[in-house]
């Protein structure tokens, strides 16, 4: 009897537990050995049924489960701590063996760099990410994972007048005066470009920020 059978046996089989006794079995005239076997067959059968039906349920969200966490590799967290959780990496373009982490070398191919054997996770350190423009049209030219240097919008100004009623504006301002040319006795202003007068300045361009560790998913 093949296991489709049995178990179907099992389950729509009948089950002549009429007169049954648990202590004594059967009466002598109801062949009880042979009855006693067959219930206690379907029985066992039965419970063995429910237990294939539960562990065929558990297989099955178990493998869920694994195919929700393969989902996860290749995604970036945030870690607000030194230490690297497990099955992550840190995004610091460090180079890996396609052979320690496949699924992550799939996901990745090279785009941030490697070759048949290698691939390399992308390099977020001291790095704003920005959303792909994907097709917005206001960061237009880029594709995914690429970099872009500092730019910072242009700071203009203006300045009028001439010996003693000049007037500035923006990012310039009048830092003295100088001596007339070719002998006169007049004198000039001296005019300065200084974006501070508009802007906080650093030695880069920056917005307020707060620092943090990138990772990515591994396994």
């Known amino acids: 009897m093949s296991i489709d059978k049995l178990i179907e046996f099992s389950k729509t089989g009948a ?10 079995g059967f009466p002598v005239r109801l062949q009880p050995a042979r009855q006693w076997m067959n219930w ?3 029985a066992l059968t039965k419970k063995v049924n429910e237990i294939i039906d539960v562990s065929d349920d558990l297989v099955e969200k178990v493998g869920g489960l694994i195919t929700r966490d393969d989902d996860g590799i290749g ?3 945030i870690c607000p701590f030194e230490v690297i959780p497990a099955n992550h990496l840190e995004c610091d373009g460090q180079i ?3 052979a320690d982490f496949p699924k992550l070398a799939e996901k990745l191919g090279i785009l941030y760099g490697g070759d048949a ?12 990410v920005r959303g792909w423009d994907h097709g917005k049209g206001v960061d237009v030219g880029r ?3 690429s970099t872009q240097s500092d730019a910072i919008r242009n700071i203009t100004g203006r300045f009028t007048g001439g010996f003693s009623d000049s007037i500035v504006t923006g990012a310039f301002e009048i830092v003295g005066t100088s001596s007339g040319q070719d002998g006169s006795s007049s004198s000039q202003k001296v005019y300065e470009f200084n974006a501070s007068k508009v802007v906080p300045t650093a030695n880069e361009n920056r917005p307020r920020n707060t620092s943090a560790i990138y990772v990515i998913k591994a396994k």
């Open 15 to 24: 089950n002549n537990t009429d007169e049954l006794d648990l202590e004594a």
């Open 40 to 42: 206690l067959f379907n």
């Open 75 to 77: 995604l970036i967290h």
């Open 96 to 98: 890996y063996n396609k």
């Open 117 to 128: 054997n290698t691939f390399a996770v992308p390099d977020y350190r001291a790095e704003f």
């Open 143 to 145: 594709g995914l994972g």
